[in-house]
Nanobody, 124 residues
Framework: QVQLVESGGGLVQAGGSLRLSCAVS????????MAWFRQAPGKERRFVTA????????LYEDSVKGRFTISRDSAKNTVYLQMNSLKPDDTGVYYC?????????????????WGQGTQVTVSS
């Protein structure tokens, strides 16, 4: 069973930056894909970005390309999300997720393990 714990959320002004962390424990080879999703109030949980532990391939949702960067530190079993040039539309609860299938359409249903989420609020 994979356990995920997010941290690093907070309140930031538009144009600012935040770095989220996802500490991973109990990881197995079946959890090769790590992703970040976000959920705004009253909306569905949506894909933001993903990375493979092995090889480091990445995938980004169009609205965050060039602003967000996902990375992983295998020695620390931690995945990071560096968010720059934040916009009010980036506001939401950010969830870390672990799964095994890598596709160009990474939906929440493909991920078995989830963190508790961390709130990100971007003020205008």
């Amino acid at each position: 069973q994979v356990q995920l714990v997010e941290s690093g959320g907070g309140l930031v002004q538009a144009g600012g930056s935040l770095r989220l962390s996802c500490a991973v424990s109990g990881r197995t080879f079946s959890s090769n894909v790590m992703a970040w999703f976000r959920q705004a109030p009253g909306k569905e949980r949506r894909f933001v970005t993903a990375i493979k532990w092995n090889g480091g391939s990445t995938l980004y949702e169009d609205s965050v390309k060039g602003r967000f960067t996902i990375s992983r530190d295998s020695a620390k079993n931690t995945v990071y999300l560096q968010m720059n040039s934040l916009k009010p539309d980036d506001t939401g609860v950010y969830y870390c997720a672990a799964g095994s299938l890598w596709t160009q359409d990474l939906r929440p249903t493909l991920f078995r393990s989830w963190g508790q989420g961390t709130q990100v609020t971007v003020s205008s």
